[in-house]
């Protein structure tokens, strides 16, 4: 019998031994129904013109596992996530478990080297142990930690000039006189919701990002000697992939800069703290007066779905950026104002629909009131910004919101692509035209805007559309400026916000029902490389010669869907629809995914063009695989 019939008759023979005890195991339990099929298992395999490496060495166990209590949760932190940590060798992702006493374990797969555990029971202890797990499923021994969860201590004192726990809804309903947020994003992706004591944001079209702008402005004081002003948020918004912004802008726009240039394009006056993968940057307007700076501890890594505290700290001496307690970024920036419009910018994994937590954010200083208004979306008869004389499309919008207010003016963040004046935008509704204003400066660069820069504008509405009597609609409605058509304008969003002082208002909304997403089974990319490690085109004609697959199965992303990963059983190489190759990644327990190499000999192929199907194997028989496809021209 030859090696590889031998190791087709062993698998098989595990695979009816596997089978036999899930049935032996159902009948114990006392299950009526069918057995659950067993987990799938693939035996390697490689075709003659392939060549498939060796795993080489085991991973290794994480150097030390911290855990810090939250309020209900433990955060549980290792290699990258910790301050000077390093991810141990040959890491693809890891096999976390948790339990307390006299219950049996839970066991999460994640790509980060930190994870969140939520819906802990207080004032016990859980026991933790963290395992790497390479690419082919083989494990660590086990590190382990303690933790209990804990509290938030005196983080929100200070926080005077607006605190919002999210935990009422109404502080982000802007249908509701006196709410505390406008929340901006693209209408019909991007959507709010409460649950559990955070604001969820869901960005579902893969490339989202939600702004709030508080209702209160943020007043510098003299929070101490040094101290003038802070911004406090907690999010898992920074995490893999994901990002934060802090915008602290004079005037009151809906959102500020641009991600068409290199530079953030900022209004003047402004300050921009960004927190993603590449760490903590602070950014200002070029106006904005500097002094030197000593620098900052690097950030650590962040996990996907982990809430940490970011504070925000003005100074007489610059801005300090603090993530947990722990300074991570600086700069000598010394605004020159004294009161500015706090904006968090939020975005998730791009590419991938995704939702972003706020548990608490608000800032020092006094707390002036809020402006009862109350929001209604408006949908332009065009996206485009209009020329003064251009043909405007004959839709419009509803008077009904406006009937009887006694002031209300349109809001719309648009941006343009070529010189424009945005101070001359107007806002046509039917007959009238009426100046809009700019809500901050527009950054200006000899004369020109700045390339793909979000600018708000505001326009005040006159008496006459605010009357009892009048019509039911006016109509249309588009924004217009000269040069607009050439210089590529478009409405990002627009709404109006009209004045109240009723107290009526429509029922809070609750959050709805909330099912744990399941495991996302990590995708699969293949792209060709020569001998050398360079990218090969897709059309360049390969002849006879050896290839390189270079394979990934995406953990990471797979972890910003859902959480957790999904197990991997392996992949398989199919070429032109035959079996080239399976590689087994759950050899000591399910996998995560990685990065693999695979030869390719061309010259042991027909000539010609040739089709590779990468198809991504769960361990779970009821998950559907994944596939992707690749054309090698010979």
């Given at each position: 019998m030859t090696p590889r019939r031998r190791l087709a008759t062993a698998f098989v023979a595990?695979?009816?031994?596997?089978?036999?005890?899930?049935?032996?195991?159902?009948?114990?339990?006392?299950?009526?129904g069918p057995p659950a099929p067993p987990p799938v298992s693939l035996a390697d395999f490689t075709a003659p013109h392939l060549l498939v490496p060796n795993p080489g060495e085991p991973p290794a166990a994480p150097a030390e596992v911290e855990a810090f209590g939250g309020h209900g949760w433990i955060r549980v932190a290792w290699g990258s996530a910790l301050p000077g940590g390093q991810d141990p060798a040959h890491a693809a992702g890891y096999e976390v478990s948790w339990h307390r006493d006299g219950e049996p374990a839970r066991t999460r797969r994640v790509a980060s080297s930190e994870v969140q555990l939520d819906g802990l029971a207080e004032g016990v202890d859980h026991r933790i142990a963290v395992r790497t797990v390479d690419a082919v499923g083989r494990r660590s021994p086990a590190v382990e930690t303690t933790g209990r969860v804990g509290d938030d201590g005196d983080w929100r004192?200070?926080?005077?000039?607006?605190?919002?726990?999210?935990?009422?809804?109404?502080?982000t309903d802007a249908r509701r006189s006196g709410s505390l947020w406008h929340v901006d994003g693209y209408r019909g992706c991007v959507n709010t919701d409460n649950a559990g004591g955070h604001l969820l944001v869901e960005m579902n079209c893969g490339a989202d990002s939600a702004v709030l702008r508080a209702r209160r402005p943020l007043v510098l004081s003299e929070v101490d000697d040094d101290v003038l002003g802070r911004v406090g948020v907690v999010t898992d918004a920074a995490g893999a992939r994901g990002g934060l912004t802090v915008d602290l802008v004079p005037g009151g726009p809906d959102q500020v800069g641009s991600e068409e240039v290199s530079d953030p394009a900022l209004p003047p006056g402004a300050v921009r703290v960004a927190l993603d993968d590449d760490g903590a940057r602070v950014l200002a307007a070029p106006d904005v007066p500097t002094v030197p700076?000593?620098?900052?501890?690097?950030?650590?890594?962040?996990?996907?779905g982990v809430l940490h505290r970011f504070d925000v700290l003005l100074t007489k001496s610059g801005v300090r950026v603090l993530q947990d307690?722990?300074?991570?970024?600086?700069?000598?920036?010394?605004?020159?104002?004294?009161?500015?419009?706090?904006l968090l910018g939020l975005r998730g994994?791009?590419?991938?629909?995704?939702t972003v937590r706020l548990d608490a954010a608000g800032f020092s200083g006094a707390q002036t009131p809020v402006r009862g208004v109350v929001e209604t979306p408006t949908v332009p008869a065009t996206q485009q910004v209009l020329d003064l004389d251009d043909q405007a499309p004959g839709v419009g919008i509803s008077r009904a919101p406006l009937r009887g207010a006694t002031a209300a003016r349109l809001r719309a963040t648009v941006t343009f692509a070529g010189p424009v004046d945005p101070a001359a935008v107007v806002v046509q509704l039917g007959d009238a035209r009426l100046p809009a204003v700019q809500a901050a400066p527009a950054p200006v660069v000899a004369g020109v805007v700045r390339q793909g820069t979000a600018i708000t504008v505001v326009a005040e509405l006159p008496p006459e559309l605010l009357a009892e009597t009048g019509p039911d609609s006016l109509s249309p409605f588009v924004l217009r400026v000269a040069g607009g058509r050439a210089a590529m304008g478009?409405?990002?969003?627009?709404?109006?916000?009209?004045?109240?002082?009723t107290t009526e208002a429509p029922p809070a909304t609750t959050g709805r029902p909330r099912s744990t997403p399941a495991d996302e089974l990590p995708a699969g990319?293949?792209?060709?490389?020569?001998?050398?490690?360079?990218?090969?085109p897709p059309d360049q004609p390969l002849g006879q010669r050896r290839v390189v697959l270079s394979i990934t199965l995406d953990p990471l992303g797979a972890e910003a869907v859902s959480g957790s990963v999904a197990g991997v059983a392996g992949f398989r190489l199919r070429i032109d629809g035959q079996l080239a190759a399976t590689v087994n990644t759950a050899r000591d327990g399910p996998g995560l995914g990685g990065t693999y190499t695979v030869g390719l000999e061309l010259g042991r192929l027909p000539a010609g063009r040739h089709r590779v199907e990468l198809e991504v194997v769960p361990v779970d028989p009821a998950e559907r695989e994944r596939s992707t496809l690749v054309t090698l021209e010979g």
């Open positions: 595990f695979a009816v031994l596997a089978a036999v005890v899930a049935a032996l195991r159902h009948a114990q339990s006392g299950s009526t004192d200070g926080l005077t000039g607006l605190l919002d726990d999210f935990d009422d809804p109404a502080t700076d000593r620098g900052s501890e690097a950030a650590t890594r962040r996990g996907t307690g722990r300074q991570i970024g600086s700069s000598g920036a010394v605004p020159a104002w004294r009161e500015a419009t706090v994994a791009r590419g991938r629909r995704s478009t409405v990002r969003s627009s709404y109006l916000e009209v004045d109240t002082t990319s293949l792209v060709v490389r020569d001998q050398n490690n360079q990218v090969l």
